[in-house]
């Protein structure tokens, strides 16, 4: 069964600062696609990076990057250079990259990151 | 473009009523979902769609109906709120194709059912 694992229910980092979001995933499916996502305290759901099963480098989005070691099925986000504006509940999701339309995702539970300043 | 969108903003119910979640897409996206979100739960998948006329199921989908008669629309029917669907209702939508699909958000709707 595909799964997601996020096993850090709350982290803290010190501004300027960088962090590891930690995530897991088990899926049997080749081809597949994962994804963060911040939610801050407003609620909504804000899209930060995305990584294919296939793409050769790890993805980057600005102080974002995703570090893909597929062979452990691990998708760590880190966030380089904290701001007080990072703090946020940080989703980690995957959706199958096979023939047809459905994107249908599975996500984990999330992490809750604070910055101190 | 005015991307996805949700209303009404927040709902209360009284159980037993109906109501209808509205939620609408301008990017032309086949796939279109609703998820539910509680404390401690994550998101959960009500049910999705894969393009105008196709609905299925998602890991949650008792008390809730769909469909999809246009690429546009992807209502969220309750048929008879219970407390149990007290939670923040997200719709979501993304194109198909194998490359980055990320799921474009609607701002969400928080129920409360009493």
């Known amino acids: 069964a595909q799964k997601i694992t996020q096993t850090q229910p709350g982290m803290f980092v010190q501004e300027k600062e960088a962090v590891t979001l930690d995530c897991t995933y088990d899926?049997?499916?080749?081809?597949?696609?994962l994804f963060w996502y911040k939610q801050p305290s407003s609620g909504e759901m804000i899209f930060l990076i995305y990584?294919?099963?296939?793409d050769q480098q790890n993805a980057t989005e600005g102080r974002y990057s995703l570090n893909f070691q597929k062979a452990r099925k691990s998708a760590n986000l880190v966030i380089s250079a904290s701001q007080l504006g990072d703090s946020a509940m940080y989703f980690c999701?995957?959706?199958?990259?096979?023939?047809?339309?459905?994107?249908?995702?599975?996500w984990g539970l999330g992490t809750s990151l604070a910055v101190n300043p | 473009n005015a991307g996805v969108t949700q209303t009404p903003k927040f709902q209360v119910l009284k159980t037993g009523q109906s109501m209808t979640l509205q939620c609408a897409q301008d990017?032309?996206?086949?796939?279109m979902s609703w998820y539910r979100q509680d404390p401690g739960m994550g998101l959960r998948l009500i049910h999705y769609?894969?393009?105008?006329?196709?609905?299925d199921q998602g890991e949650v989908p008792n008390g809730y109906n769909v469909s999809r008669s246009t690429t546009e629309d992807f209502p969220l029917r309750l048929l008879s709120a219970a407390p149990s669907q007290t939670s923040v209702y997200f719709c979501?939508?993304?194109?198909?194709?194998?490359?980055?699909?990320?799921?474009?958000f609607g701002p969400g709707t928080r129920l409360t059912v009493l």
């Open positions: 979501a939508s993304s194109e198909s194709g194998t490359g980055n699909n990320e799921q474009f």
């Open positions: 990017m032309n996206h086949e796939y």
């Open positions: 769609s894969v393009g105008a006329g196709i609905t």
């Open positions: 899926t049997s499916d080749p081809s597949y696609g």
């Open positions: 990584q294919g099963s296939y």
């Open positions: 999701a995957m959706s199958p990259r096979n023939a047809g339309n459905n994107r249908k995702l599975i």
